[in-house]
């Protein structure tokens, strides 16, 4: 199971950290992204984390703005937001794989909310 959680309502510029419990599993044993979703829009892959964290990847928009690590002690991943815009607006979801190269997540969170005002 995962559980997001971290959103709320943040002014332009501002910061956020969402965090992704993992439960039932192990972290370590997982690739981890996060993804988003803003009203009337598809569902983005935001970024994507390996395994041992050698392996990154974020989409344009948020690249040197948003950061993924993960604390495997933990059991938890994060995604630090910086420089908030109203259109990073959406319910973000952290998601799990086990092979990096495949698009299919297993695990999912249940999204949390992020609303960034002008």
């Known amino acids: 199971q995962l559980q997001a959680s971290g959103g709320g309502l943040v002014q332009t510029g501002g910061s956020l950290r969402l965090s992704c419990a993992v439960s039932?599993?192990?972290?370590?044993?997982?690739?981890m992204a996060w993804f988003r979703q803003a009203p009337g829009k598809e569902r983005e892959l935001l970024g994507r984390i390996s395994r041992s964290s050698a392996t990154t990847y974020y989409l344009d928009s948020v690249k040197g703005r948003f950061t993924m690590s993960r604390d495997n002690a933990k059991n938890t991943v994060y995604l630090q937001m910086n420089s908030l815009k109203p259109e990073d607006t959406a319910v973000y979801y952290c998601?799990?794989?086990?092979?990096?190269?495949?698009?299919?997540?297993?695990?999912w969170g249940q999204g949390t909310l992020v609303t960034v005002s002008s």
């Open positions: 998601a799990a794989k086990t092979v990096l190269s495949s698009s299919q997540y297993l695990y």
């Open positions: 039932g599993h192990t972290v370590r044993d997982y690739h």
